[in-house]
C-alpha cells in the first residue's frame, strides 16, 4: 500500500495570464453607470459618444474627475460622473484602460450619417 497522498497540490493560481485582461480585474461596482453609453468595455454604438477601450488610464481619471467637478463639460458626462467617489474613478477608468484600444477600423454598423446638423448661427452679428 503506496500511502503517500499528494495532498499539496491545490493551490490556487492567482490570476495570471488569462485570455482576457479584464476578467482578472474587479468589476467596479458603478460600471452599470457607463455601460449603458460606453459599453462593458468601452465600446460605444452611439454617435457623439466616444470609444474608450484602451484610453489612457490616467487621462479617463482626470477627465472624469473634471466632469464630476463640472470642470469639464460634457453633457451626460457630467451627470453621469456626479455621483463618483474617487475611488469609483480609479476603478473605472482601470476597467476600461484594461480593454485594447480600438485605434481604427472599428467595425461601423451605424449609418454613417452626421450626427449633428451644421446650423450657422454662431456669429449671427454681434452680442448684446
Ligand atoms: C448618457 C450617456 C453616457 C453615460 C451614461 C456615460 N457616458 Fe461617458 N461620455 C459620454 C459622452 C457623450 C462623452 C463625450 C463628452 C464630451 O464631449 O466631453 C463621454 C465621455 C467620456 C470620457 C472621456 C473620453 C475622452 O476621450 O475624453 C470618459 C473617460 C467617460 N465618458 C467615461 C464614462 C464613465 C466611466 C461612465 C460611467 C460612470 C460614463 N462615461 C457614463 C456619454 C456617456
Known sequence: ????????????????TSS???LAAERP???GLCMGCH???????IPGTPHIAGQDEAYMRRSLTHYRD??????????????????????LAAW???????????DEADSGGPAAPATENDTAGGDA
Open 1 to 16: 500500500m503506496a500511502a503517500s497522498v499528494l495532498a499539496g497540490c491545490s493551490a490556487p493560481v492567482p490570476g495570471d
Open 20 to 22: 482576457s485582461p479584464a
Open 29 to 31: 461596482a458603478k460600471l
Open 39 to 45: 459599453g462593458e468595455s468601452g465600446i460605444s454604438r
Open 70 to 91: 463640472n470642470r469639464r463639460q460634457g453633457g451626460a458626462m457630467n451627470a453621469a460622473a456626479g455621483s463618483l467617489s474617487d475611488g469609483d474613478i480609479r476603478e
Open 96 to 106: 476600461y484602460a484594461r480593454y485594447p484600444w480600438l485605434g481604427q477600423g472599428h
